[in-house]
Every structure is written in C-alpha cells, then in structure tokens.
C-alpha cells in the first residue's frame, strides 16, 4: 500500500521512504500492468503521451536579456511539463544560475560558484566548468526549434573575444532595455 509523504524544497525523513517493508513483490507481479511490461505489450507513457525531454549543453555564456526572453516564451515550442539545470550569464561570470520549473511554477537564483574540483573531462579551456546544462522534459517539444532559440541567446564568439569587460555592459542594456 502507497503513502502519501507531504514534501517541501525535496526534503523529506528517509526512514518514511526507505526500507518501509511496504512493496509486496508477489502481489506486484498478478498485476494486469506487470504482466503486460512481462509480454512486451505495455505502450511506454513516452509514446502514449508523446512526451520527451532533451539536455541542452553549451561553453558559452548566455546574454541575460535574451534568456530571460527565452524563458517566458517556452510555451512557443510544445507543452513544457518540467526544465531545470544550470545557467551561466555573461553580466555574472563567476557564478552559477539554478532553473527549476514543473508545470506553471518556476524559479530561478543563485546556485554558488564554479569551481575547479570536476573531473579533467568535464573541463574545457577557456573556462573551466562554467557552462549551460539545462534539461527540458514535455509534451510534443520541438527540441530542434528550442536548441537553436538556445543557442540564439548565447554570446557570439566576436562577444565571447571581447571579454568580461564587455559582458558587464550586457547588464546596463537590460536595465535600459526594461525601463522602455
């Protein structure tokens, strides 16, 4: 028998969800659904529903003004159930932005530095760890049309050459931007 555990922010007592002795194999497998996984005759969810996700990978920072656009235009590219992952901005290139979003509730802020404690393969010079790492799971997405808006929303290699110098104006022409 399933219980319901009220949760807030992932936390949550693991002596109520581990080793609770409630999962009852023998029962599990007479169900009509276990039988059917057992046959090859169970249509994945995925398929179903026509849901799907993709990770979105990219070295370069993102112009903020332009992400920020990007996020309050998702609904442009399919059903969005959940994205979360991690952002990089070129007006804050020493820290980490964290997305988390689940049907219409989303949220956005610091997640810490980027440090230099990952493994040798995870790095790439110029810049380390700094990245974008963001997941997108939903409804009949058009992922080809999200990675290139995406991509539309990272700093140029001409930008990227400029410098941190230059990225730190990207910050003024949003402000100047908003107050039209």
Known sequence: MARIIPIAQ??????????????????????????????????PET???????????????????????????????????RSKGYFWLATRPQFAGQWSQAGGIAQYGFA??????????DWVEPFGDMRQELVFIGQDLDQSAMTK???ECLLSEDEVLKGKEYWATLCKAVQVKRTD
């Open 112 to 121: 810490g530095m980027f440090w230099k404690a990952v493994p040798k393969e």
């Open 149 to 151: 808006a995406l991509d």
């Open 47 to 81: 398929e179903e529903y026509g849901i799907s996700g993709f990770s979105y990978l990219a070295r370069r920072p993102f112009n903020p003004q332009m992400f920020y656009e990007f996020l309050h235009s998702t609904d442009d590219y399919g059903k969005l159930i």
């Open 10 to 43: 992932g936390q949550v007592d693991l002596d109520s969800v581990l080793s609770t002795g409630l999962f009852d194999f023998a029962q599990a497998q007479q169900s009509p659904d276990w039988l059917k996984e057992m046959r090859g005759e169970h249509v």
